[in-house]
């Protein structure tokens, strides 16, 4: 069984895709920017780590509509414009998965959706029985 969800985020009608796909035991997350879930305004301009944390937490907001935690994720991928600021990115990244420590890949990206957003995050998880 497939399950999917949205955000109510206006790229993903335009685009055609949706925030979060559960298939089977899997939870797959689209990129998650540096947005304002209440008005899709990007936030924290300029700052790598606090950006980090909110498409982290755009991410954890996603896998809670399906029973997930960060404890279910078992993979992550960081879209970054400045490979230079890895350790900002990486910090905020440690702190939201501590032991969990999921499979990850950061990397460079010449731009982004919006010349603002520093970073873009994608996540997998698993759970047994979420896609039921």
Known sequence: MI????????WEGIV????AVA???????SGCAPVDPADGRVV???DAYAQTRQCLANVLRA???FGCSAADVVRTRIYVTDIARWREYGRAHGEV???VRPATTM???AGLIDPAMLVEIEADAYRA???R
């Open 107 to 109: 990397v460079e990206v």
């Open 16 to 19: 055609g895709y949706s925030r």
């Open 129 to 131: 029985g979420v896609g």
């Open 23 to 29: 298939a089977g035991d899997h939870v797959h997350v």
């Open 97 to 99: 998965f501590g032991e």
């Open 63 to 65: 896998l809670e509509r």
């Open 44 to 46: 924290h301009e300029g």
């Open 3 to 10: 399950r999917r969800v949205g955000s109510g985020a206006p």
